[in-house]
């Protein structure tokens, strides 16, 4: 009994067991801020990257011609653009209001649609329909938890994406460059499951040296 005594009232051994305790809350934490924040349905939509094709010192870059299938492109970029579907249920092409496309803008003269890639193999890409500087979208099924990304060749300077997505209740948010199918909550989760693993690693081996 006074063992037991000298085991729970031991500094050492609250001190253990409150950053356990602390790791607990804050795991919890955030997993029901990521379960709420990504209730019903959503789509985040936005440009991860652009690549300018044609890099020269002043000067010389206006003696420089790319063509892409014989046309010229003046200033050519890639421009890769992601939608990505982060709620808990799957977006239908009944979410699309009168089955009208998702249009998507970037600002300069859309010249081809070069690659596209999905998360899902079960669910591969809807190819995207252009018209001079807009890109056209569905209606189509992007399922729970799907990536989908697009390369775009496009001719112009500035880049700028606008968003016109006739959504019927989804969230529609602006998705980060540094955003991936690997989202930060993601991430902070495994930070926080690895914290509490050393915690009850370091609890227990603290008690084995108590007994």
Known sequence: ?????????SANFWTATGVLVALLVGAATVLITHRVGTAGKRIDIGIRKVTALVRAPAGVEAD???????????????????LSNRGRRDITRNDFDNNSPIRLGVGASVIAVLQSSSSSSHNPPQPLTTDDSTLRFGPALIKRGQYISYSVLVDGPEIALTCDAP????KIRELRSADSPHTRAFHARQVLYMGLFVGIISLVQWVGSQI
């Open 64 to 82: 420089l011609e790319l063509r892409h299938r014989g046309r010229v492109v003046a200033a050519p970029q890639i421009v890769e653009i992601a």
């Open 167 to 170: 959504l019927v209740d989804v």
């Open 1 to 9: 009994m006074h063992l037991a005594d000298e085991f729970y009232g």
